[in-house]
């Protein structure tokens, strides 16, 4: 059974950063593309970034370029996403979503993290 | 950027017919892919690929593709198919490279 199940959210104040993580299994990690999406509260959702199954390729959503990295270990099947100059707008639900590859959407889903940018 | 439009709500009694609209520039030519998210849970993959249904989704999930509009239909809807639903493209050309429609409330009467 596919499972994706993130961590790390919480409360940080406007400025600060946060690492959120995703485990998992039930299917070889290192065959697909991993993906960060996120949604506000009372939002809808928002694609973050990407990255390919060898990490070759990293894409972000302009929201977040410079300020969010994404990376993966495919040794400990975990995805990564550090968080740095959070801002109150960054607080969200964070999934962690697999893509199927064929034509890019997203097969299977985390249940989220939520990170709350506040002072 | 590429925008995916859909009605903010749809309201249908049980046993009806409910669509979902989503519009875009020649939507068409894309492959679109439908989630469905009730409160408090992860989305869930419906439809893929404008019409083909994931392994587990009831064959009364169907969705088309064509000009600029691309629909979700459910038939015999439940009281269970109460959620939010989302439309999704993706555009190698397009920031972002992931595109979602603005979701549209499934409301059962």
């Known amino acids: 059974e596919v499972q994706l199940v993130e961590s790390g959210g919480g409360l940080v104040k406007p400025g600060g950063s946060l690492r959120l993580s995703c485990a998992a299994s039930?299917?070889?990690?290192?065959?697909?593309?991993m993906n960060w999406v996120r949604q506000a509260p009372g939002k809808g959702l928002e694609w973050v970034s990407s990255i390919s199954s060898s990490s070759s390729y990293i894409y972000y959503a302009d929201s977040v370029k410079g300020r969010f990295t994404i990376s993966r270990d495919n040794a400990k099947n975990s995805l990564y996403l550090q968080m740095n100059s959070l801002r109150a707008e960054d607080t969200a639900v964070y999934y962690c979503?697999?893509?199927?590859?064929?034509?890019?959407?997203?097969?299977?889903w985390g249940q989220g993290t939520l990170v709350t940018v506040s002072s | 950027s590429y925008v995916l439009t859909q009605p903010p709500s749809v309201s249908v009694a049980p046993g009806q017919t409910a669509r979902i609209t989503c519009g875009g520039n020649?939507?068409?030519?894309?492959?679109v892919h439908w989630y469905q998210q009730k409160p408090g849970q992860a989305p869930v993959l419906v439809v893929y690929d404008d019409s083909d249904r994931p392994s587990g989704i009831p064959e009364r999930f169907s969705g088309s593709n064509s000009g600029n509009t691309a629909t979700l239909t459910i038939s015999r809807v439940e009281a269970g198919d109460e959620a939010d639903y989302y439309c999704?493209?993706?555009?190698?050309?397009?920031?972002?490279?992931?595109?979602f429609g603005t979701g549209t409330k499934v409301t059962v009467l």
């Open positions: 039930g299917f070889t990690f290192s065959s697909y593309s």
């Open positions: 979503a697999r893509d199927t590859g064929v034509n890019r959407h997203f097969d299977y």
């Open positions: 020649n939507i068409g030519s894309k492959s």
């Open positions: 999704q493209v993706w555009d190698s050309s397009s920031d972002p490279l992931y595109v």
